[in-house]
C-alpha cells in the first residue's frame, strides 16, 4: 500500500491555482522532501493530504484511507506539524502532550513518558514544565514536533520543522526527524527550504513551482533530468595547470562520465607532472539541482 497517493490533486482559491493536478505516490517508509519556493503549494499539499482542506479536483488518500472522509482514522495514523502550532498556552508543554496523547487513546502514564522523552531530546526537559503559552517561536515548534511524535504516526507530515529555530535545536529536530525514518520506518512527508538538511533526511524529492510539480525522484535522477553531470576536480600546486581541465580558484576540473574513470585520471594528473593536493569527485548538490529547476533568477527561496 502506498503511504501517500495523489492523483490530479487540485485546489483552488478563488481562482487562484494554488495546486495544479499533483499526480504523486509514496511507498511506505519514504523520506520525501517537497521543495519550492513560495506560495507554490506546499503547505496546500499538506492540507490536502490531511484533510484540512477540501480538494477542487482530482484525490488523494493516506495509507490508503481519504483524509476527507476517514478523517479521524488519518488522524490516528499520522502525526502532522504545521507552521501555525495550536496549542493551549495555560497547560504546560508536559501537559499539552497529555492531553493530546489521550485524545489519541494513549493513557495518561504512556503519553506522559513518552512526552517527557520526546522533550528532552528536543531539549525542552526543563521547558516541558512551563506554560505553553510563555514559549518562544521555536520553542512551541518543538513542542509541536513532539507532539506529532506522540502516539507514534506512521506517516509523519512536517511543514518547515526547522525554519525559525537556532542551529543546535534545529540539528536535534533533524536527528529525531532522520531516526523516526531510519529505525521506525516512519514516511516523512517533509517541506522545507533548507535545503541541505533535506538533503542529509530525504531519498526522494518533489519539486513544486506554480502549483505544478516540476520534476520527482533521488538526487541522482534528479542530477540527470536537469541535465547536471559529475566532475573530478584536482587542486594543484600555483602556478600549475592540468590539460583538458578548466581551471578555478587553484582547482581543475573536466565533466565525469563515471567514477571509474577518477582513478586513471589521478594518475594522469600525476603523470603530467603535476603536484596534486588534492582530488574529488564533485557530485551536483540538491541546491544545484533545486536551482536548475526553480532558476535563480526567479529568486527561489533558500536557507
Ligand atoms: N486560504 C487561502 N486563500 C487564498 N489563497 C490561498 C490560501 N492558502 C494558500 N493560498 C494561495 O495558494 C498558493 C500556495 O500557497 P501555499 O501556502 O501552499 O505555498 P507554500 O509552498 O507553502 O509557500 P511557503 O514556502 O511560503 O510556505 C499561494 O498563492 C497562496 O497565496
Ligand atoms: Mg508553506
Known amino acids: 500500500?502506498?503511504?501517500?497517493?495523489?492523483?490530479?490533486?487540485?485546489?483552488?482559491?478563488?481562482?487562484?491555482?494554488?495546486?495544479?493536478s499533483l499526480t504523486l505516490s509514496l511507498p511506505e517508509g519514504s523520506v520525501f522532501g517537497f521543495l519550492g519556493p513560495n506560495g507554490a503549494g506546499k503547505t496546500t499539499t499538506v492540507k490536502l493530504l490531511t484533510g484540512l482542506l477540501a480538494p477542487t479536483g482530482g484525490r488523494c488518500a493516506v495509507l490508503g484511507l481519504d483524509p476527507r472522509e476517514q478523517a479521524e482514522r488519518v488522524h490516528a495514523l499520522c502525526g502532522?506539524?504545521?507552521?501555525?502550532?495550536?496549542?493551549?498556552?495555560?497547560?504546560?508543554?508536559?501537559?499539552?502532550?497529555?492531553?493530546?496523547?489521550?485524545?489519541?487513546g494513549m493513557t495518561r502514564a504512556a503519553a506522559r513518558a513518552r512526552g517527557g522523552e520526546l522533550l528532552r531530546r528536543l531539549g525542552l526537559g526543563e521547558a516541558g514544565k512551563r506554560a505553553a503559552g510563555e514559549y518562544s517561536t521555536g520553542m512551541a515548534q518543538r513542542l509541536s514536533l513532539a507532539r506529532a511524535l506522540l502516539a507514534r504516526p506512521r506517516v509523519l507530515f512536517l511543514d518547515e520543522p526547522t525554519s525559525g529555530l537556532d542551529p543546535e535545536s534545529a540539528q536535534a529536530v533533524n536527528a529525531l526527524i532522520g531516526e523516526q525514518a531510519g529505525q521506525e520506518g516512519v514516511t516523512v512527508f517533509l517541506c522545507t527550504h533548507q535545503l541541505r538538511y533535506a538533503e542529509d533526511l530525504c531519498g526522494c524529492y518533489g519539486i513544486l513551482d506554480h502549483g505544478a510539480l516540476l520534476a520527482q525522484g533521488d538526487l541522482a535522477g534528479l542530477a540527470k533530468a536537469a541535465g547536471r553531470g559529475s566532475f573530478a576536480a584536482f587542486r594543484l600546486a600555483q602556478g600549475e595547470t592540468l590539460p583538458g581541465c578548466e581551471g578555478a580558484g587553484g582547482w581543475w576540473r573536466r565533466p565525469l562520465a563515471c567514477p571509474e574513470e577518477m582513478p586513471a585520471l589521478v594518475r594522469g594528473a600525476v603523470a603530467a607532472g603535476c603536484s596534486v593536493y588534492e582530488a574529488r569527485i564533485e557530485t551536483p548538490t540538491l541546491e544545484d539541482v533545486y536551482f536548475s529547476f526553480i532558476g535563480r533568477e526567479e529568486g527561489g527561496a533558500l536557507l
Open 80 to 104: 502532522v506539524m504545521t507552521e501555525s502550532a495550536r496549542l493551549y498556552p495555560q497547560l504546560s508543554g508536559l501537559e499539552n502532550l497529555e492531553f493530546f496523547g489521550e485524545l489519541c
Open 1 to 20: 500500500m502506498q503511504a501517500v497517493l495523489a492523483q490530479e490533486l487540485s485546489k483552488e482559491f478563488s481562482g487562484v491555482r494554488a495546486l495544479d
